[in-house]
């Protein structure tokens, strides 16, 4: 929009200039190209007269005068009778329609060698007309033609001052532009600073700012745009920390009703001897377990959505090797081996909220040591780049499609697998919360390593991109 503000107001600024210069550079080309045929006429006219004269005096006269003239302007002068006699001292011209109409019917031409411009010469043609009196006596001159003078005047002075009558003002109109460009992305980008502000503000409010606010500045219109929005943003961000308060109190509420169901139903398992109804007790204790599951993501995320925490520079290997710690007892009663692999140490740091990188390593492992098989490797491997921390955690359990990748971070949804028949569906949904709000990505990929029978091992790779809080030296 800025660039189009600035073609059009140079547009406008040209069409200007034009409308101005154009036609006063015009007018001074035409007057010019009088002024000089004026002046070539006279001096043709003066030389005419003396050749039509007769007299040797004034022949001698128009000999001085034609070659004065000669010296000053650069021209030549020609002259001829009309017996084809020529002046002694001066050329004789070639014959030519121009010198026959002279001699013949009395009529002075110019020519000025081109239609539309002009020729390197501006030749002029003028009868020399014998002096007579009238039988009158009123002093009429009624004379025969005797005679042409023809004077070659050349151009070129005329030619360097129309050049500089126009590039003259064709500098002035570049200089005036240039300026005018300058001008106008300076008022460009005075007039759109409001839609710049409330872009900005648009964007920061799609990256899920929901504190954005536009300035209110600018012209009526756009005032009235930037309160309008305002206003919706301000809606929107109470209702939404409404239903966060809401999830958040319900699910913390439902916490301890959860608990003493479960107390409840392990009370009654134990005084109940029938198979049958303590098979049914099982089922309902492992959907109050599910439950409480449910309830507990539905309470991390509503906090994680708040972002009421700061990002902070966190060591991360020894988050790594706490919440390792935290799941190798599970792991061993699997005999499933959790393997750290990669470039880490002590100086890599990374930016993260406090709790945010436990939590999401808890997700995912949980997630990982659920699919793997008795037997099988969880590698957590690391690697630190100039720009990011790649954390990856890859499992050996059955993977999933293309598609289920494309769903896998919506809330409540289960996939086919293990995680689908006792998962709450918050997991991938909580991990992506966590990482976006300290500004990283997750992503999904399948588990690469080695074929066996020429199939893949299948397996899903968990790749989760950290800020790192500092240069590191590699290695």
């Given at each position: 929009?800025?660039r189009r503000?600035i073609v059009?107001y ?9 409308a101005f210069t154009v036609p ?15 002046s ?7 030389m ?5 004269s007769g007299?040797e005096?004034?022949r001698a ?5 034609a070659?004065?003239y000669?010296?000053?302007?650069g ?6 009778d009309?017996?084809?006699g020529g002046?002694p001292g001066l050329?004789r011209?070639?014959?030519d329609?121009a010198l ?9 031409t110019a ?5 539309w411009?002009?020729?390197p ?12 009196i009238?039988?009158a ?11 042409a003078?023809?004077v070659s005047?050349?151009?070129e002075e005329?030619?360097d001052r129309?050049w500089?009558?126009?590039g ?5 109109a570049?200089?005036?532009?240039v300026?005018a ?6 008022a460009?980008?005075w007039l759109?600073?409001?839609l710049?502000?409330l872009?900005?503000?648009?964007s920061?409010f799609?990256d899920g700012?929901l504190?954005?606010r536009s300035?209110?500045t600018g012209?009526?219109?756009t005032?009235t ?5 305002n ?5 929107l961000?109470?209702?939404?920390a ?7 109190d ?8 959860l608990?003493a169901l479960?107390?409840?139903?392990d009370?009654?398992?134990?005084g109940v001897?029938d198979?049958?109804?303590?098979e049914?007790v099982e089922q309902a ?9 449910l309830v507990?993501?539905l309470l991390?995320?509503?906090?994680a959505?708040a972002q009421?925490t700061?990002?902070?520079s966190?060591?991360l290997r020894d988050?790594l090797e ?5 799941w190798?007892p599970?792991a061993?009663e699997r005999?499933?081996t959790i393997a750290?692999a990669g ?11 406090p709790?945010?990188?436990d939590?999401v390593?808890?997700?995912v ?7 793997s098989p008795?037997?099988g490797?969880?590698?957590?491997r ?7 921390v790649v954390?990856?955690?890859l499992d050996q359990?059955?993977g999933?499609?293309n598609?289920?990748?494309s769903?896998a971070f919506?809330r ?11 998962g709450?569906?918050?997991g ?8 976006t709000?300290d500004?990283g990505?997750v992503?999904?990929r399948?588990a690469p390593g080695?074929?066996r029978g020429g199939?893949?091992r299948?397996?899903?790779?968990v790749?989760?991109?950290?800020r790192p ?5 590699g290695?």
């Amino acid at each position: 929009m800025i660039r189009r503000l600035i073609v059009s107001y140079v547009l406008l600024v040209a069409v200007a200039l034009a409308a101005f210069t154009v036609p006063v550079a015009v007018t001074l080309t035409g007057q010019l190209r009088g002024d000089t045929d004026a002046s070539v006429q006279r001096e043709a006219t003066t030389m005419a007269l003396l050749l039509g004269s007769g007299d040797e005096a004034s022949r001698a006269a128009l000999v001085q005068m034609a070659e004065a003239y000669a010296v000053e302007t650069g021209s030549t002068v020609e002259a001829v009778d009309t017996d084809g006699g020529g002046v002694p001292g001066l050329a004789r011209p070639a014959r030519d329609v121009a010198l026959s109409s002279a001699l013949r019917e009395g009529r002075p031409t110019a020519d000025w060698g081109s239609s539309w411009f002009w020729g390197p010469h501006l030749v002029i043609t003028v009868p020399a007309v014998e002096p007579a009196i009238d039988a009158a006596g009123d002093g009429e001159r009624n004379g025969r033609v005797v005679g042409a003078v023809r004077v070659s005047f050349p151009t070129e002075e005329l030619t360097d001052r129309f050049w500089t009558i126009w590039g003259f003002r064709a500098i002035l109109a570049a200089g005036v532009l240039v300026v005018a460009a300058g001008l106008g992305a300076l008022a460009a980008r005075w007039l759109t600073r409001p839609l710049r502000q409330l872009n900005a503000m648009a964007s920061r409010f799609g990256d899920g700012d929901l504190t954005a606010r536009s300035p209110v500045t600018g012209p009526h219109e756009t005032q009235t745009l930037a309160r309008t929005l305002n206003q919706g943003a301000e809606r929107l961000d109470t209702l939404i920390a409404a239903q966060r308060i809401f999830v958040a109190d319900a699910s913390h509420q439902l916490r301890t009703p959860l608990t003493a169901l479960r107390l409840a139903l392990d009370n009654i398992a134990d005084g109940v001897d029938d198979p049958y109804v303590t098979e049914d007790v099982e089922q309902a204790t492992a959907e109050v377990v599910r439950m409480s599951r449910l309830v507990s993501g539905l309470l991390v995320l509503a906090r994680a959505e708040a972002q009421v925490t700061a990002a902070e520079s966190l060591p991360l290997r020894d988050i790594l090797e706490d919440r390792l710690a935290v799941w190798q007892p599970a792991a061993d009663e699997r005999r499933v081996t959790i393997a750290l692999a990669g470039h880490l140490d002590d100086r890599v740091q990374v930016l993260a909220s406090p709790g945010h990188l436990d939590q999401v390593l808890d997700n995912v492992l949980s997630n990982a040591l659920e699919v793997s098989p008795d037997g099988g490797t969880i590698t957590v491997r690391v690697e630190p780049r100039p720009d990011e921390v790649v954390l990856e955690i890859l499992d050996q359990g059955p993977g999933i499609s293309n598609a289920e990748k494309s769903r896998a971070f919506d809330r409540f949804w289960r996939g086919q697998g293990l995680t689908g028949r006792s998962g709450s569906g918050l997991g991938l949904a909580i991990v992506k919360q966590l990482v976006t709000d300290d500004g990283g990505s997750v992503t999904l990929r399948d588990a690469p390593g080695p074929d066996r029978g020429g199939q893949g091992r299948g397996g899903l790779c968990v790749r989760i991109s950290l800020r790192p809080a500092s240069p590191r030296s590699g290695g």
